[in-house]
């Protein structure tokens, strides 16, 4: 079946680190890929996407590079901020007609100043 | 353009109580999911809604239904409420709901059941 496989949290980090967020997946054929991030007490934001293999989707400095052969949609930034600190989820929708979101559990980030 | 609204934004409830729950999508998309969000179970599917018909129905009791209006508009019913239906209930709509579409959430409504 479709799943979302995400390294486990909560990550903590200087303001200014690198960041990397794991996140590997199981389906058929091509879905397409989120990355969602949740402030606190709000609902969910898309943070990008890429629909099909080696597309690279980026925003606010975050960046994540679909590769099928390694089934991975990392998310990266260079150098993150304290207002960065929130919850990321990886995400797909399959190719077939199920008509939904499978959400990995989460990565909770924590940028200190 | 407007984003996807909820309403109402906060509800507590008390076990055996039904509620509503109401959405409306971007201007534009038919495709109208639910989901719901606990710390121990994540993000699940709960529905989908697109031309007023349901396509898909995520692994959720009877308790749980929806239905969705000629102007998208979606409403989710959980009724005989029980305390383990705590949760945010977040909606999301799309232009037709299939990859590679992208789905915009709403903000979400905190159910507390007592």
């Known amino acids: 079946g479709n799943s979302v496989t995400q390294m486990e949290g909560p990550v903590t980090l200087s303001e200014e680190a690198f960041l990397t967020i794991n996140c590997t997946y199981t389906?058929?054929?091509?879905?397409?890929l989120f990355w969602y991030v949740q402030y606190p007490g709000e609902g969910l934001q898309l943070l990008l996407k890429?629909?099909?293999?080696?597309d690279k989707g980026s925003n606010k400095g975050f960046e994540a590079t679909y590769r099928k052969e390694t089934t991975s949609f990392h998310l990266e930034k260079g150098s993150v901020q304290v207002s960065d600190s929130a919850v990321y989820f990886c995400?797909?929708?399959?190719?077939?007609?199920?008509?939904?979101?499978?959400f990995g559990s989460g990565t909770r980030l924590l940028v200190r100043p | 353009k407007a984003g996807v609204t909820q309403t109402p934004r906060y509800l507590i409830k008390t076990r055996g109580q039904q509620v509503t729950l109401s959405c409306s999508p971007i201007?534009?998309?038919?495709?109208v999911s639910w989901y719901q969000q606990t710390p121990g179970q994540g993000l699940q599917f709960l529905f989908e809604?697109?031309?007023?018909?349901?396509?898909n129905k995520g692994n959720f009791p009877g308790r749980f239904s929806g239905r969705q209006f000629s102007n998208s508009r979606s409403e989710m019913n959980v009724s005989t409420l029980e305390l383990g239906d705590s949760a945010l209930y977040l909606c999301?709509?799309?232009?037709?709901?299939?990859?590679?579409?992208?789905?915009?959430f709403g903000p979400g409504t905190r159910l507390t059941v007592l």
């Open positions: 999301a709509s799309s232009l037709d709901g299939r990859a590679p579409d992208t789905q915009y």
């Open positions: 389906a058929t054929g091509y879905p397409s």
């Open positions: 890429a629909t099909k293999a080696d």
């Open positions: 995400a797909l929708t399959p190719m077939d007609s199920s008509y939904k979101l499978i």
């Open positions: 201007s534009g998309h038919r495709s």
């Open positions: 809604y697109f031309s007023e018909t349901q396509r």
